[in-house]
């Protein structure tokens, strides 16, 4: 199964809404799901997620800070990980797990101590104060097949800048779902997304 290098990150989503929201997501084209642990029983809501579309989405968690967070989530059946800093110990949980590891940096010595670690890809955050001039910079020291993913500030008005710097991919927070937003509203800001995900890429 490939994935669109698209994580919609629904951060503040209640197990009711889990579901239908994450349906609306996959038929729209995304599959890199993630519940941030911050998030109303978030735990529930990733089960659910990751029992019901096995095979067809990526189900993980954010907001991911410990050894024992990644414990949790790897019980979840969560399949990835998205922390909001480059800590090597939660990276290495999370590889030891069998799930995929997605850190926050923000400088190359974050970049270099994650992918040292053992990070599947660098989630650099926030995008939006780093910017595409200082995410290229950065890039050009960095092993070229590590994926980069600008989180913080991505939407697809800026893909385009963000794909020119070298990112292969963004994470979705508020642009994609707040809490309260009904499947049909995240199912049309998801069709944008991956519209313009598509465009860019073809270029």
Excluded: W
């Amino acid at each position: 199964m490939t994935h669109r290098h698209i994580i919609a990150i629904l951060r503040g989503i209640t197990p009711p809404e889990t579901l239908e929201v994450c349906e609306a997501l996959v038929l729209a084209g995304i599959t890199m799901i993630e519940v941030p642990l911050n998030s109303p029983e978030a735990l529930r809501s990733i089960e659910d997620a990751a029992k019901l579309f096995e095979g067809r989405a990526l189900i993980g968690a954010g907001t991911v800070l410990s050894r024992a967070d990644v414990d949790a989530v790897a019980d979840a059946g969560g399949q990835f990980v998205v922390s909001p800093d480059t800590n090597p110990a939660v990276i290495g949980a999370t590889i030891e797990r069998g799930m995929t590891s997605y850190p926050g940096v923000f400088s190359p010595t974050d970049a270099f101590t994650a992918i040292r670690s053992g990070a599947t890809g660098l989630k650099f955050f926030p995008a939006e104060v780093l910017g595409p001039k200082g995410i290229k910079a950065m890039k050009a020291v960095l092993p070229p097949d590590i994926p980069l993913y600008a989180v913080g500030g991505a939407n697809p008005d800026n893909f385009t800048e963000y794909f020119a710097a070298g990112c292969a991919g963004f994470g979705l927070g508020t642009y994609i779902f707040k809490p309260g937003m009904s499947a049909a509203d995240v199912a049309l800001r998801a069709t944008a997304a991956v519209a313009a995900y598509d465009q860019g890429k073809s270029r």
